[in-house]
Each structure stands twice: as structure tokens, then as C-alpha cells.
């Protein structure tokens, strides 16, 4: 008989027990609309390894892992080459997660993976806004023709949750329309001040890696110098603290295009600040 140990593939810290778990941790390894430069979806795999070398604890929220009481799902398996049926997937699982009474904590994958992500959730919360930490806009229309696109996301989002209830950071490379979007809306912050219209709102955070600067994220699909560094974006998750967070998820991290593993590495740990706040 084996008598092991062997090692854990799932996330550091997490509960192995799905029923007695609060959150829900989701992989969502696709990346079949990216522009750029592919291969986001081998980010949810990579970052489990990574997170073995965390400490589970935060000085930074003074708080454990195994406080914030999640299960680690594993990966759904996405039919190649099929975004609509990969975002139905992804919709109906996460809708599984709320009417079992939990929130959902998804790793992405591109960004296109937010869209079904946020409409599961918005069936169960009717004032839910979102916050939106990226480099891009992600507010056309369509891109090369396609609708559905991770350059779309946000745009498609604001179609059912009103613009006004979405707000943005790091915002820094967009089409002329988009930030007149941004302007005609209000949805761009620059100060923490910026979010207290939120405060009675349930709110999805979703953190585009991008928003960190190329020096300390170069493994992304579609990296945009002049980003914020780690410190400034933990201190948006600081303020954030205090409000409803309903949902959150960590996209866009391409692991291969960093060889040192420095971009998994933060990835992971922007994703442990993150789950501490939920």
C-alpha cells in the first residue's frame, strides 16, 4: 500500500471540503479570443504550483489562508475552439457556486472569461457593480468583427450593469471612443475616493494583471508600459476592504512569456492579498 505524502496540486491553504467553503476558487484556463500574444490559459496550472511558495499568511491584512475559507475546484475543461459554449460553461458552474450559497474566485484565462462570470452572479444580487483593474479599456464594440472578445468585456458588461455602476483603474491605452465612454460615464478612478459611490453596492472585482507595470508583469498577453507597481495596486485592495465583495477574479497572467517565473510569482501573491478582502 502507498503510504505517500504526495504532493498537492491545488491551491496552498485551501479547504479540501467544497460544502464547508465560502469561496469558491474557479480555473478558467482559456484563451481563444486574445489579439496578441496567446497562452493565458496555462495560467490557472502555473499559479497553483506557485502558490506553494507563499506563506499563508498576509502581514499585510494581518490574516491566514485558512481564514478566508476556500475551495480550490480545480480547472473546467473548455471545448477547443468553442467560445460560446465555453462561456455557457462557465456561466452555469458559476451560478452552480451561488445557489450553493458561496461566491466564486476565478483564474483566468483571458479576460473574456469575466463576461459570463459576472452575469451568473448579477442573477443573484440586484445592485452589483464592478471594479475594474487593467491596463486597457476593454470597452469596443467588437474587434477584427468579433463581438466576443476580451478587448469587449467591459463593454458588454456595462449592457446589463449600468456604466455608472462600473468603475476603472490603471486605465492608460484605449481607442478615442473608449475614453469617451470612460469620460460620458464617470467609470475612471484615480483616487481611492472614486469607489465610495459603491460603498452600499455588491460589488465583482476583477483584476486584469496588465494594470502592473511591464517591470514586474512582462508575462501577459498584451503588456502596456506605465503601469502601477504591486504596493499601489494592493492599496486599491486596502480601500476596497471595507465594501461588499461579492465575486472577484485574476485574468490575464501568460506565464510562459516570463521565464524567470517572476510574473507567476506575483500573480500568485496579487491573488492572496485578493482572496483576503472577500
Known amino acids: 500500500m502507498l503510504t505517500g505524502p504526495f504532493l498537492d496540486r491545488n491551491w496552498m491553504a485551501q479547504n479540501p471540503d467544497y460544502k464547508t467553503s465560502k ?28 502558490s506553494w511558495g507563499l506563506e499563508e499568511y498576509s502581514p499585510i491584512f494581518d490574516k491566514e489562508l485558512q481564514d478566508v475559507n476556500f475551495h480550490d475546484a480545480g480547472d473546467l475543461e473548455f471545448p477547443l475552439g468553442n467560445t460560446l459554449k465555453t462561456l455557457e460553461q462557465i456561466e452555469k458552474n458559476v451560478e452552480d457556486i451561488y445557489n450553493d450559497g458561496k461566491k466564486v474566485f476565478g483564474i483566468g484565462g483571458e479576460h473574456l472569461v469575466t463576461l459570463p462570470e459576472v452575469k451568473a452572479v448579477s442573477k443573484f ?8 483593474f487593467d491596463a486597457h479599456t476593454d ?3 467588437e474587434y477584427l468583427g468579433e463581438e466576443l472578445s476580451h478587448s469587449t468585456v467591459i463593454r458588454h458588461i456595462s449592457k446589463f450593469i449600468k456604466p455608472e455602476n462600473i468603475k476603472q483603474i490603471g486605465i492608460r491605452s484605449g481607442m478615442k471612443e473608449e475614453w469617451e465612454f470612460m469620460k460620458k460615464h464617470s467609470t475612471l478612478c484615480t483616487k481611492f475616493s472614486d469607489l465610495d459611490c459603491l460603498k452600499d453596492k455588491n460589488i465583482f472585482v476583477t483584476v486584469d494583471l496588465d494594470c502592473l507595470d511591464t517591470s514586474i508583469m512582462s508575462g501577459t498577453g498584451t503588456p502596456e508600459a506605465g503601469g502601477m507597481t504591486f504596493n499601489e495596486l494592493v492599496e486599491w485592495f486596502k480601500y476596497l476592504k471595507d465594501f461588499n465583495i461579492a465575486g472577484a477574479d485574476v485574468v490575464e497572467l501568460s506565464p510562459d512569456y516570463d521565464l524567470s517565473g517572476a510574473s507567476t510569482a506575483v500573480a500568485t501573491k496579487v491573488i492572496r492579498e485578493l482572496l483576503m478582502i472577500m
Open 139 to 141: 470597452l469596443r464594440e
Open 125 to 132: 444580487y440586484d445592485n452589483l457593480a464592478v471594479v475594474h
Open 23 to 50: 469561496i469558491v476558487m474557479l480555473g478558467l484556463p482559456f484563451d481563444g479570443t486574445v489579439s496578441y500574444r496567446t497562452g493565458s490559459r496555462f495560467a490557472p496550472e502555473r499559479i497553483r504550483l506557485a
